[in-house]
């Protein structure tokens, strides 16, 4: 076996890897996204069971009440933290796509089709640059920032009715959401640049 054979053996092991991980990885996703829904529709029974119970006192809606902003809070960082770790897996789908992109190239120029013939049998993309990093993830990062934030600004409603305080943690979570994804975004887009 010559080296362009090895290497062509080589290249086909690591292209059934990488969309094998990319399988797993997609599933991993989708996991990550229904325990996050999970853990995110679980605390309104806990709330409703809080609230009925803080309606006999004084005490106890004090009690309740910073207990509640304690928890909505809690879940937002820990919602914020899910959001990062999903998107993160996300660029490295993308990472898998465009090597699966690469090695499927590889083999189209190796074949030396005319484009015609190209055109028949090829429908998935050879650059490497695609899918672009910022495919699907704003939408995701959009329904992360309603989910994250719903809690603490329905207790802050709930408790303080100041919307001012509303519109202000709101803007101030929309803004933390945005940052964090633009900081991942150009931290793996310079990562993918580097290693092309």
């Known amino acids: 076996m010559d080296n362009d054979e090895k290497f062509t053996t080589f290249l086909l092991q690591e292209y059934n890897n990488i969309a094998h991980a990319h399988f797993n990885l997609t599933n991993t996703i989708t996991s990550f996204f ?19 119970y803080s309606a006999g ?92 934030t719903g809690y603490p600004v329905f207790a802050m409603w709930w408790f303080y009715q100041k919307i001012n305080l509303i519109i202000f943690s709101s803007f101030l979570s929309l803004l933390l959401h945005i940052t964090f994804i633009f900081i991942l975004h150009s931290n793996k887009e310079k990562f993918f640049n580097n290693s092309m």
């Open 57 to 148: 006192s004084m005490d106890n809606f004090y009690q309740a009440q910073q207990f509640i902003m304690g928890f909505s809070i809690f879940l937002f960082i820990v919602g914020f933290t899910i959001m990062l770790y999903i998107v993160n897996l996300r660029f490295d789908s993308i990472l898998y796509a465009r090597t699966v992109n690469g090695i499927r190239r590889y083999f189209y120029e190796k074949a030396k089709l005319t484009p015609l013939q190209e055109s028949k049998y090829r429908v998935l993309p050879t650059k490497k640059d695609k899918p672009s990093l910022t495919t699907n993830i704003y939408p995701m990062v959009i329904a992360f920032y309603f989910l994250n």
């Open 34 to 52: 229904k325990q996050y829904i999970l853990i995110m529709t679980l605390p309104v029974t806990i709330i409703t069971f809080i609230a009925n």
